[in-house]
């Protein structure tokens, strides 16, 4: 079995928009962390992905940062 789904997003964001859609649109569950609702969240994004950049996403363990469809 794959590991969850994370998604870092901010509101507002076209790109962490499209790529929720994108996930539910497959039926790919995903776990949302708002990067503008907790400063040791935004932190970890960062850390994660090595850029103030979102979305943030996480899927098996690999990092990738941006949206332009999957």
């Known amino acids: 079995m ?3 789904l994370e998604i870092y997003t901010k509101p507002g964001c076209p790109y ?5 859609q994108d996930f539910e ?3 790919i569950s995903y776990t949302e962390h708002d990067v503008t609702s907790d400063p040791a969240i935004k932190e ?3 850390s994660l992905a090595g850029v103030a950049s979102v979305p ?3 899927r098996n ?3 990738s940062v941006g949206f332009g469809g999957s």
């Open 56 to 58: 943030v996403i996480v």
């Open 2 to 4: 794959s590991d969850p």
């Open 61 to 63: 363990g690999e990092v």
């Open 25 to 27: 649109d497959k039926g």
């Open 44 to 46: 970890k994004a960062i």
């Open 16 to 20: 962490c928009a499209a790529a929720k």
